[in-house]
């Protein structure tokens, strides 16, 4: 394993480069562990593929009018709420070192608070994006594929990248609150399947009911999932609402997640700093 910084530096440029360099240890070693148990990545590649397969040939020709534009339809939703569970990996993987005592040893080495954390984030960045990989060649294979350009297509994995980066910091601070692994692990799933089925990942805003419709066209994951289908080229169910989000769903996307990263990154190391000090 990389040695961890130890040499003092200065300045805020001096302090970044430390976290930098920390986190990118702690990502290398929480990559490394799930090398060992690659049984980690099941839920990352087997529960997607489920949940495609589930819908669009189980579920779709409910939902949809149309089973083939449904399919076409779902792969953007399923994109998103893949990277909205795979939330869970931050809460149960942080919650598990905190709980085995792995914190500790990290709290008595001379490195930055910010590195655990972000090296966490970032090694399950790359677990999702193995996720996209699979769930992108199981959606071609069901009949799904890219009908915008290249450009468009780099950024919708993009922004699928850069909401997992953000979900990750709110799996963070839930993990810190949580205490124990028990309890993280429903604390990571319970809140996540309201607000993923109560938007246009399955079916449009339109169908959904009073309420829940008003929920859904300001919900976050409605609008990374309407603009990942745009960006892909990808059939849309019925015209969006006039909901601004509607209308907008790449800048209300892109705005969820510069706020989500602005709250939960400082609150998650602020937490951090006060469990590690105990």
């Known amino acids: 394993m990389t040695t961890l910084a130890t040499a003092p530096q200065g300045g805020f440029g001096g302090a970044l480069a430390r976290t ?48 083939v534009a449904y399919r076409d339809f779902l792969m953007g939703g399923i994109f998103v709420q893949t990277v909205a569970f795979n939330s869970a990996f931050t809460v149960i993987g942080m919650a598990n070192d905190l709980q085995k005592g792995i914190i500790d040893r990290f709290r008595s080495l001379p490195m930055s608070n910010s590195a655990v954390l972000l090296g966490r984030t970032l090694s399950d960045l790359a677990v999702t994006t193995l996720g996209l990989l699979v769930m992108s060649l199981c959606g071609l294979l069901i009949g ?50 309201p607000v993923t089925f109560i938007s246009t990942v399955f079916v449009a805003a339109d169908r959904l009911p009073g309420p829940l419709q008003v929920f859904a066209e300001w919900n976050p994951i409605s609008a990374l999932s309407d603009s990942v289908r745009s960006l892909f080229g990808n059939h849309q169910l019925l015209p969006p609402t006039d909901a601004w989000p509607q209308q907008n769903p790449t800048l209300y996307a892109l705005i969820s997640c510069v706020v989500l990263i602005a709250v939960f990154m400082p609150l998650a190391v602020s937490k951090y700093r006060k469990v590690a000090a105990k």
Not at 42 to 66: C, E, R
Not at 176 to 183: A, D, K, M, N, T
């Open 20 to 67: 930098l360099s920390d986190g990118g240890t702690i990502t290398w070693r929480n990559l490394m562990n799930i090398r060992r148990n690659p049984e980690l990545l099941l839920s990352a590649t087997v529960q997607p593929i489920m949940f495609v397969l589930l819908f669009a040939y189980v579920f779709g020709g409910s939902i949809g009018d149309d089973p």
């Open 144 to 193: 799904w594929r890219i009908r915008g350009s290249v450009t468009d297509a780099v950024l919708a994995y993009l922004m699928l990248l850069l909401f997992a980066f953000a979900m990750a910091w709110v799996g963070s601070l839930i993990a810190l609150i949580s205490g124990s692994v028990e309890v993280a692990q429903s604390a990571g799933f319970i809140w996540i399947f």
